[in-house]
């Protein structure tokens, strides 16, 4: 049973357009949301994130949303850059002493000049 | 720091081979962590340690996967036999609290291509 998921696998968009990926969790006992990004031939690198007490994190271009009644978190990247292009993994950490993250399938970005 | 290092960053081995990923988790971290990726199922946890010590390995998929942590500094992850479906990236990532949640750093991977 998936804890997260990520129902878009790809997402194309212009650039100087906004972005916003999507990801859906089924369990209410997560501390923080994360966002992580995946270069090819590169291991995943920490974006941003967000706790389970707040509803908005931003950091420049980047800015995730979360929707705790709804189970849902979004990543909205405004303007898009070429750069940005890359795979996007939405992750939740547990709560309690065995803390681990537990990531989505990823959605492929891909931002057009 | 050098950040997580993975060792090979490419494997093509033969059905049946025993084949061993190695990782370096960053000094200072206590947590350790084996991912793998795959396109069905993006990234799974497969097992993690935490000061060394197993702490959850329900992700790892069958007996023939087995991983050892036997110090702070090196871990491997071993299958033996290896199989076609095994074929996928592992990655490995390491961990310290930062009072925003886990901070996770990964290694650039291990490609695996079993033959």
């Known amino acids: 049973d998936q804890q997260v998921k990520q129902n878009s696998p790809s997402l194309s968009v212009q650039e100087g357009r906004i972005s916003i990926l999507n990801c859906d969790y089924t369990?209410?006992?997560?501390?923080?949301f994360l966002w992580y990004k995946k270069y090819p031939a590169e291991g995943p690198t920490f974006l941003i994130s967000?706790?389970?007490?707040?509803d908005k994190n931003e950091d420049g271009r980047f800015t995730v949303f979360l929707n705790k009644s709804a189970k849902h978190l979004s990543l909205h990247i405004v303007p898009s850059q070429p750069g940005d292009s890359a795979v996007y993994f939405c992750?939740?950490?547990?709560?309690?002493?065995?803390?681990?993250?537990?990531f989505g399938s990823g959605t492929q970005l891909t931002v057009l000049p | 720091d050098a950040g997580v290092i993975q060792s090979p960053r490419h494997e093509v081995t033969e059905m049946g081979q025993e084949v061993t990923l190695r990782c370096k988790p960053i000094?200072?971290?206590?947590?350790l962590f084996w991912y793998r990726q795959t396109m069905m199922r993006g990234l799974e946890l497969l097992i993690y340690f935490n000061n060394n010590v197993p702490i959850d390995d329900s992700g790892m998929p069958e007996d023939r996967f087995s991983a050892k942590m036997p110090n702070a500094s090196f871990s491997t992850l071993k299958i033996q036999p290896s199989e076609p479906r095994d074929s996928a990236v592992y990655f490995c990532a390491s961990s310290q609290w930062t009072g925003m949640g886990l901070g996770y750093t990964f290694g650039s991977g291990t490609r695996l291509t079993v033959v």
């Open positions: 967000i706790s389970s007490i707040k």
């Open positions: 000094s200072g971290h206590n947590s």
């Open positions: 992750a939740v950490e547990s709560s309690g002493s065995a803390r681990q993250l537990t």
């Open positions: 369990n209410s006992m997560f501390d923080y």
